[in-house]
């Protein structure tokens, strides 16, 4: 049996050779480059959806590097475009001329019937469109965008005490077993 094969390189046998990583990660479909974990204590997320995202070069060859950033982003909707805005991809070290911008705005790929949803609830129901995940699914770049309404001081502090009170009652649980 050869290592090139595709018997050679099934998860079974990668606990008996040496088989690459990102090479299974891109069979099963996705590998995660950036997470926007505090978006999920900064906002209630009401619905979600994945997005294609434009990008030159040197930006793919940072992202599979793992070389991006989510934090204080937001797609924003401009002249019936979806932009995603503030979000930083390191510049690609090896690159030489052509270098990107990090912090440059990236459009983002969504049918028309999705963004014109999007429009109407974005403006009448006040609510915001925040970058909760950056991805490769079958070697493409995707966002996973959330609709989401901001949270109040009190209701983070209730999502909080709920949190405690159910790690007390695991505790418990778990010391009376």
Known sequence: MQFGTAAATSPARCATRRCSYNRH??????????????????????????AGIVLTGTEV???????????????DIRDGELWLVGANIATYD??????????RARKLLLHRREIDSLVGKVQERGL????????????????????????DVRDKRRDIARRDAQREMERALKSRR
Do not use: C, W
Not at 61 to 75: P, V
């Open 25 to 50: 990660m891109a069979r099963n479909g996705e590998k995660l480059i950036a997470e926007n974990r505090r978006a999920r204590h900064e906002y209630q997320l009401l619905e979600r959806l994945e």
């Open 61 to 75: 060859k940072s992202l599979r590097e793992g070389r991006a950033s989510l934090q204080r982003s937001y797609a």
């Open 94 to 103: 090896k690159g030489s001329i052509g270098q990107h911008d990090p912090e």
């Open 128 to 151: 915001t469109l925040v970058p909760l995940r950056l991805y490769f699914k079958d070697g493409r770049a995707k966002v996973e965008l959330a609709l989401a309404r901001g949270k």
